[in-house]
């Protein structure tokens, strides 16, 4: 069982910037892949951005790219994602989770961990 702790959501002004950070509760999770997903209210969970298991590789949704950036430290166990130039459509709660392999996925049900969520809410 893995557990996953994510810290850094909050309000922010739009155009603002946050980083949100997510820590693995294993050594071994940095061998699999992770992803960022949210989701807004009445909206269904969004794919963001995952990143393969050394970090080599990284996907972001278009509607992300160019804004934001994920990133990982093995050595930390922790994955983060850097949201820059927010807007009030990135309003949602943002969660972490692990692939069940080492590559890339947008998929849900590709993630077999997930952390709580952590809400983040840009104001106008």
């Known amino acids: 069982q893995v557990q996953l702790v994510e810290s850094g959501g909050g309000l922010v002004q739009a155009g603002g910037s946050l980083r949100l950070s997510c820590t693995a509760s294993?050594?071994?999770?940095?061998?699999?892949?992770m992803g960022w997903f949210r989701q807004a209210p009445g909206k269904g969970r969004e794919f963001v951005a995952a990143i393969s298991w050394r970090g080599e590789s990284k996907d972001y949704s278009d509607s992300v790219k160019g804004r934001f950036t994920i990133s990982r430290d093995n050595a930390k166990n922790t994955l983060y994602l850097d949201l820059s130039r927010l807007n009030p459509e990135d309003t949602a709660v943002y969660y972490c989770?692990?692939?069940?392999?080492?590559?890339?996925?947008?998929?849900?049900?590709?993630?077999?961990?997930w952390g709580q969520g952590t809400q983040v809410s840009v104001s106008s």
């Open positions: 989770a692990v692939n069940r392999g080492s590559g890339l996925s947008r998929q849900t049900q590709a993630f077999q961990y």
């Open positions: 294993r050594r071994t999770s940095t061998n699999n892949g």
